[in-house]
RNA sequence: GGCCCGUUCGUCUAGGGGUUAGGACGCCAGAUUUUCAUUCUGGUAACACGGGUUCGAUUCCCGUACGGGCUACCA
């Protein structure tokens, strides 16, 4: 088997969609599968909806994600330019190739014709049946074409979609896939200010750059059929590169595919990095900043619309490039669930070794200015990272080991707390500030000694030394707490504690 | 409207002419942890509908309904 070559395809239009990063997943999943190549080409055709600066997003999210490509734009590679911006030339060339061929024809109907049309008749199409009366070279003279060529008249090259065809392909997610002909429209392959349409640079593109495999959303499988076309008339149908159209992504509601603003809506990011755009209302968060780890993004991601066809649902990136598989692709929309990918996120925080955590959770901790030594994070990091869904987790549950509580679980004290034994913690504290080694075993002994001798209860004691130190009654082992903290600051803490407490009891009665 | 695609628990899905229709997330309950979380155990819950074909359809075929996509000089 020839090498594969696959490309991922994006728009700099803005942030990339999450949608697209699976697609680029599945993708290179399929490259590195078969030792072949993941392409990233930048489809900037659009020039009104070009935005500066999203090749780079899609690239660092790309990069993010470890999904890093063989070829591109600023990837090296010997099928370039990598941007269609810089491929122009080739593009013209073979748009005059289809007119010299009687494949494709010029058309001089302007924007506003066309619109004016569109306004009269709702259902306008540009096609078999419409095409002669319009203003076109097959409706106007040899010599009006040559004149309004050569008078700079504005144009465009259009497909002339044959009739009473069948046009059918195979498509490895679908099987085959047939459209008649005659429904097809007069597709516009170039565009009056010289640059390609989707649809003719695609095509060229990925022949030029010799793709074997199209792996893309399902919203282009309507198009294909004039991308088949576009091949044939060009003689490339044998090389011609197999299809995939992947299944949508759809909204948590199911009401349409995801969208950008979605995220807002369902307050879930939709996009792997931040982005920021001109107005607040373009401007996103990510998943890196909603504090997911890339590989558990990914492992989410590739189960949405593929499975492994076993009950395996942990995957590191090269366990799913062993695992993938195109014929394992559904066919039905899926819909975005974030608890799913929470929990995934979860699994991937809990089986990390501290020590990778440790630059992930660093940056959090910092932007609450604090900056402790490695070791105190790491036994931090430790003692919280089953307690953390996301990063962020680390500092919203874990935060008062770093600052002394903000706010004591007032219900826990007015039920538990008993003024009459505020010397006894006071004692309590007395003796652990003995402790040459305060260790969580050593802590603990004495505690246990001290319960015992005073008759007391560890239901009665182990609450009020962790309201004390942390304020919640949620958290870690209590005696590994203490020992993190140290001696100092937890001395500290429970005495303010345990006289905050009484004055709490006191207040309210 | 037209064309194309789809439809198994709430969600992601496995399966496939004869199964107690399996797993995961979520949810609920219990155990463990004198907290929380983790972990473990159990529970809840599905083949859209109508016709065929067949000894037998959730599975195959055809309709219908519903959902989605496309229908730009956007990708």
């Not at 302007?110 to 319009?134: C, H, I, S, W």
């Not at 996301?390 to 003024?419: A, C, H, M, S």
């Not at 009665?460 to 203490?482: S, W």
């Amino acid at each position: 088997m020839e090498k594969l070559r696959l490309r991922f395809a994006p728009s700099p239009t803005g942030a990339l969609h999450i949608g697209g990063v699976r697609t680029a997943l599945y993708n290179y999943l399929l490259a590195k599968k078969h030792g072949g190549a993941f392409i990233l080409r930048i489809e900037d055709t659009d020039q009104a909806r070009f935005v500066p600066g999203a090749e780079a997003y899609i690239k660092e999210a790309l990069e993010w994600f470890g999904l890093v490509p063989d070829e591109g734009p600023g990837y090296g590679g010997d099928h370039g330019p990598y941007r269609q911006s810089e491929r122009k030339e080739q593009y013209r060339k073979y748009t005059t190739q289809l007119i010299e061929s009687g494949r494709a024809y010029y058309a001089f109907d302007t924007p506003e014709e066309l619109a004016a049309q569109r306004e009269k008749e709702p259902n306008f199409k540009y096609d078999g049946r419409v095409r002669m009366q319009m203003k076109n070279s097959l409706t106007l003279s040899g010599e009006e074409v040559e004149r309004a060529l050569s008078e700079g008249v504005s144009y465009v090259i259009r497909l002339k979609a044959p009739e009473n065809e069948t046009v059918n392909f195979q498509d490895i997610v679908r099987g085959q896939v047939a459209f008649d002909s005659n429904e097809l429209d007069d597709k516009v392959l170039l565009k009056a200010d010289g640059m390609p349409t989707y649809h003719m640079a695609n095509v060229v593109d990925d022949y030029l750059m010799e793709i074997t495999h199209v792996i893309r959303g399902e919203e282009w499988l309507s198009s294909t059929a004039h991308h088949v076309l576009l091949y044939r008339s060009l003689g490339w149908e044998s090389q011609m590169p197999a299809f995939a159209h992947l299944p949508l992504i759809l909204r948590p509601d199911g009401k349409g595919k995801l969208s950008k603003r979605d995220g807002a809506r369902f307050g879930f990011p939709v996009f792997p990095l931040a982005w920021k755009g001109k107005t607040e209302e373009d401007s996103f968060t990510g998943f890196r900043e909603y504090g997911f780890l890339p590989d558990a993004a990914i492992n989410f991601l590739a189960l949405l619309g593929w499975n492994p066809g076993t009950e395996q649902e942990l995957f590191s990136l090269d366990e799913l490039v062993e695992a993938f598989s195109v014929e394992r692709i559904n066919k039905s929309g899926t819909r975005f669930d974030i608890d799913k990918a929470k929990w995934f996120n979860q699994q991937y925080i809990i089986k990390a070794d501290a020590g990778d955590l440790l630059e992930k959770v660093r940056p959090i901790i910092a932007a609450h200015g604090y900056e402790p030594g490695d070791d105190f994070l790491l036994g931090f990091i430790g003692l919280m990272q089953e307690r953390a869904i996301t990063l962020d987790d680390f500092w919203e549950n874990g935060y008062f080991f770093f600052e002394k509580p903000r706010e004591y679980d007032t219900k826990v004290i007015q039920k538990r707390w008993d003024p009459e034994r505020k010397g006894l913690f006071d004692e309590l504290a007395d003796q652990l500030d003995t402790l040459e080694n305060y260790t969580a075993d050593q802590i603990k002994a004495q505690t246990e000694a001290f319960i015992n001798d005073k008759g007391l209860k560890f239901g009665e004691v182990l609450p009020m030394l962790r309201l004390g130190a942390a304020g919640t009654m949620k958290g870690p082992a209590i005696f590994e707490m203490m020992e993190l903290l140290g001696k100092e600051e937890t001395s500290r803490r429970l005495r303010q504690a345990f006289a905050f407490f009484d004055q709490i009891k006191l207040e309210s009665n």
